[in-house]
T-cell receptor, first 115, second 111 residues
């Protein structure tokens, strides 16, 4: 079965410092990986995706993610955190076995950027 | 903001009642998926519609049903509501296997 894991419930980082939100995956075949962000009482906003190609993926709002096949990881990063980045972040893998395009989400990591 | 809109944004229902949630997909998107996000959890896949046909379903009972219309908008219907159905319901639209865009969600509270 395909799955993703987000080992940290919460990550705290000081404003201006680099941030990393961790994600590992388990899939059969090539992974289709995504990061979404959720602000309070809102839906999910797409940040970036990895389908194929360069292992470093750049996305919205200055975020990037590094795909590491040997470690089966897809960590989200940003060089300099902003207080406005505080939100709930979800890693997801797209199911490629069922014939649908459904996402399988992790449990989420709450990012808190401290001023 | 995405072009996916959901209505209503909030509603409160009594256990045993029925509810219909609506979703207007982004222009050009022919695939709509519904997810349930319980408090403190990640979204869970309910089902997906492609060109008005259900083409995938998650681990949800038959009292969760849906429709997709010719303009690709969609409805989620839940019968015989239970307390555990209280959650944020998210609609996502996409074109083929491109990334999905989510609506702001409908917060359902069952009392």
């Amino acid at each position: 079965a395909q799955s993703v894991a987000q080992p940290e419930d919460q990550v705290n980082v000081a404003e201006g410092n680099p941030l990393t939100v961790k994600c590992t995956y388990s899939v059969s075949g090539n992974p289709y990986l995504f990061w979404y962000v959720q602000y309070p009482n809102r839906g999910l906003q797409f940040l970036l995706k990895y389908i194929t190609g360069d292992n470093l993926v750049k996305g919205s709002y200055g975020f990037e993610a590094e795909f590491n096949k040997s470690q089966t990881s897809f960590h989200l990063k940003k060089p300099s955190a902003l207080v406005s980045d505080s939100a709930l972040y979800f890693c997801a893998v797209r199911d490629t076995t069922s014939g649908t395009y459904k996402y399988i989400f992790g449990t989420g990591t709450r990012l808190k950027v401290l001023a | 903001e995405t072009g996916v809109t959901q209505s209503p944004t909030h509603l409160i229902k009594t256990r045993g009642q029925q509810v219909t949630l609506r979703c207007s997909s982004q222009s050009g998107h022919n695939t709509v998926s519904w997810y349930q996000q319980a408090l403190g959890q990640g979204p869970q896949f309910i089902f997906q519609y492609y060109r008005e046909e259900e083409n995938g379903r998650g681990n949800f009972p038959p009292r969760f049903s849906g429709l997709q219309f010719p303009n690709y908008s969609s409805e989620l219907n839940v019968n015989a509501l239970e307390l555990d159905d209280s959650a944020l319901y998210l609609c996502a639209s996409s074109w083929a296997n491109t990334e999905a865009f989510f609506g702001q969600g409908t917060r359902l509270t069952v009392v």
